[in-house]
């Protein structure tokens, strides 16, 4: 479900720097950087929704992958808000197409079904830190990082207007706090392409970047089409349900994509 929120109140009150600006507003302004740069391995790829992953970080997936790095993706929702009453796709068939969409997109960039891991956590209600259902995730989550031992992860940023989104930061750093890790961290953009919802950040606080993904551009707008349920009229007896507009995927649609890391 990718509901739109408007009003985004910082819940974590540590960490959140007062807001002043957004580097998405001028990306061409950032630094670019090749992946040389930032490879390490194993890595781990975090989405809220089955999407995210390629939406946000296909371009580092593949090419990871490509220089035979090992690139783990952690599904966190089960993706079954997008369409909520197709007859055709009730809940269990829409989370089966979906999962399989994201096996698809990551065989395309070279990341094997063992390494895609799904939650299946209820879509539009990841439990943030305030959910009474929160320790039960992250402690769930913490032995899979610990099975993981990332030395990189890729996270949806921690301010993105989607509440699952946050919620899926908010899991991964207890969880990694939990079992004792500290990879190097790159949170990525999603709801803040989407102008009504950008949301303002201290640029103080984050070195933004751009990682030239020039190399696997084509692949990653393969992977971004094998998403069929949600780009186009797949599920077509839901009128609410769910649809990437053309606009939305043009921001991803990029030579670059965007990552913040926190400075230390
Ligand atoms: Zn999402």
Redesign the pocket.
């Known amino acids: 479900m ?1 509901s739109h929120v408007l009003h985004y109140t910082p819940k974590l009150g540590m960490n959140f720097p007062a807001m002043n600006d957004s580097p998405l507003a001028r990306p061409l302004d950032l630094p670019l950087y090749s992946i040389g740069e930032i490879a390490t391995e194993p890595v781990l790829v975090v ?3 089955p ?2 992953e390629t ?1 946000g970080c296909a371009g580092a997936i593949g090419l990871l992958r490509a220089r035979g790095y090992t690139v783990n993706i952690l599904v966190v ?1 089960d993706g079954t808000q997008s369409h909520p009453n197709s007859r055709q796709y009730p809940a269990t068939a829409l989370r089966d197409v979906r999962e399989s969409e994201t096996r698809f997109a990551m065989a395309l960039l070279g990341v094997e079904p063992s390494h895609i891991t799904f939650l299946q956590l209820p879509d539009g209600a990841i439990p943030n830190a305030e959910s009474p259902d929160f320790p039960a995730v992250v402690n769930e989550c913490h032995v899979y990082l610990k099975s993981v031992n990332p030395k990189v992860v890729f996270v ?1 940023w921690r301010a ?1 207007p ?1 509440p ?2 946050r919620a899926a930061w908010q899991i991964i750093s207890a969880g990694l706090q939990q079992a004792m890790l500290s990879p190097k961290v790159m949170e990525y953009p ?2 803040d392409w989407d102008l009504e919802q950008r949301q303002l950040l201290n640029q103080d606080f984050y070195h933004s970047w751009r990682l030239d993904i020039s190399e696997v551009v084509a692949l990653k707008h393969q992977a971004i089409a094998a998403y069929r349920s949600q780009i186009t009229n797949l599920i077509d007896d839901d009128p609410t349900g769910f649809r990437l507009t053309p606009e939305m995927l043009s921001n991803f649609a990029h030579s670059w994509e965007i990552y913040l890391q926190e400075n230390s």
């Open positions: 990718h989405a809220p929704h999407d995210d939406l929702s949806p993105d989607h699952d989104h999603i709801w």
